[in-house]
């Protein structure tokens, strides 16, 4: 684990654990019974350095913001470092909200730039706040098929600068992310952070979470929450871990990755641990010997 | 090929049977987490028994936002 307490940001925390941890695996993303990429330290940055250099060369830089919203996958990630590498504040929202909702806090933000799913920006770009939302001038959409329509949006895989970007330092005190709360209690509230409480929260939740090379979290709480983007993001990668993320998170999809990846952490909410423990039930009835084994220590 | 009336009604027999609802208690119109007392995951469970009857994959991403049973029908008949 790197040692955090020399650091001054998320991204030069990143940047070194990129190249200490170079071979090791850093994320899988498998969707159904496929494996769709499997990426070491080495291939992540080969895959952020292009999109922290197009964004460099668009003039984002310190304190610009932009978002994401996206279901957890490797883009994700890559993504967010590529925001930090060049001295942005992330705006990670949850997918699940509705579109009007996405662009009001879009607008709230003041984010400049957007990154979202295909799927996701077919329902974005036809929404009414789109029109009043005059700060998001560059959206890049992921995974859109090759003759989608994608209404001013660029395609994220083409958006690629060519050269290394150079890397924009920041201090502890400097705002990182604006994290929005999901508003049950009222309107959602931009919470301010900076790079010395993810620092700090780092520090604390690996004491718990005891990430190292070879050891596997299977991400499935939605990375723009703050436990996902810590115990799903940050911590394992300063440690040289590696993330697991399911395209399909079915019950059956979620109970098979455990055992098929070797799953070390998952972070759940009561609601997902429950619907698992009935999916573990159910299957155990049907299965052979050793599977009802592995249900009883995982529910004793 | 099936016409998206016929789909809807083998989605909405498959809801009921799954979900154990008296058959023709269910309209296509129904929200289908109030009208069955289902929760996400539950919903999960559902499509993927909706994917092995009609033999299809359906993206979790497709269904997003998605509570009626019309409009799921409708994303199932795309992928036919």
């Known amino acids: 684990m790197l040692d955090l307490s020399k650091y001054q940001s998320i991204g030069a925390a990143l940047q070194d654990a990129l190249d200490q941890f170079s071979n090791e695996v850093c994320l899988i993303e498998s969707d159904r019974e496929r494996e769709k990429e499997r990426l070491t330290y080495r291939d992540f940055k080969a895959r952020a350095h292009p999109l922290a250099k197009a964004l460099e060369d668009m003039g984002f ?37 509705t579109p009007d909702e996405q662009w009001h806090l879009l607008k709230h933000s003041g984010a400049t730039v957007l990154v979202t799913e295909y799927p996701i920006w077919r329902q974005l770009s036809v929404a009414e706040g789109r029109f009043t939302t005059t700060n998001v001038k560059t959206v890049l959409v992921t995974e859109a098929p090759p003759s989608a329509d994608l209404q001013g949006a660029a395609r994220w895989e083409e958006f690629q600068g060519s050269g290394e970007p150079a890397f ?14 999901s508003g049950t209690g ?7 952070m ?6 700090e ?11 190292s090379p070879g050891v596997r979290y299977l991400s499935i709480l939605p990375t723009n929450h703050a436990i ?27 109970r098979e990755a455990f055992s098929k990846y070797k799953i070390t952490y998952v972070s759940l909410v009561p609601l997902v641990l429950k619907n698992l423990q009935k999916a573990y039930r159910r299957a155990s009835t049907g299965f052979p010997p050793a599977n009802a084994k592995s249900l009883t220590r995982l529910w004793p | 090929m099936r016409t998206l009336e016929q789909t809807t009604q083998e989605v909405l027999d498959l809801a009921s049977k799954h979900f154990h609802v008296p ?12 009208k069955l007392g289902i929760d996400s995951l539950q919903t999960l469970e559902m499509l993927s028994r909706l994917e092995n009857h009609f033999g299809i994959e359906l993206p979790d991403y497709e269904v997003q936002g998605v509570s009626d049973f019309r409009t799921l029908a409708s994303r199932i008949q795309s992928r036919l």
């Not at chain 1, 610009?64 to 942005?88: C, E, H, P």
């Not at chain 1, 924009?168 to 709360?181: E, G, M, N, Q, T």
Request: hydrophobic content about 45%.
């Open chain 1, 61 to 97: 830089g310190v304190d610009d913001r932009a978002s994401i919203i996206m279901t957890n996958q490797s883009k994700w990630l890559i993504s967010a470092y590529a925001v930090f590498f060049v001295g942005g504040v992330l705006v990670p929202l949850d997918y699940k909200l």
């Open chain 1, 168 to 181: 924009v330092p920041r201090a502890r005190r400097d705002l990182a992310s604006i994290v929005y709360s």
């Open chain 1, 186 to 192: 009222g309107r959602p509230k931009g919470c301010l």
């Open chain 1, 194 to 199: 900076t790079h010395q409480n993810y620092l």
């Open chain 1, 201 to 211: 929260q780092c520090i604390a939740l690996t004491s718990i979470y005891r990430f």
């Open chain 1, 228 to 254: 996902d983007f810590m115990v799903g993001f940050f911590g394992p990668f300063i440690c040289g871990a590696a993330v697991v993320h399911l395209r399909t998170l079915r019950p059956e999809y979620v």
């Open chain 2, 23 to 34: 058959a023709g208690s269910l309209a296509p119109e129904d929200d289908f987490f109030k």
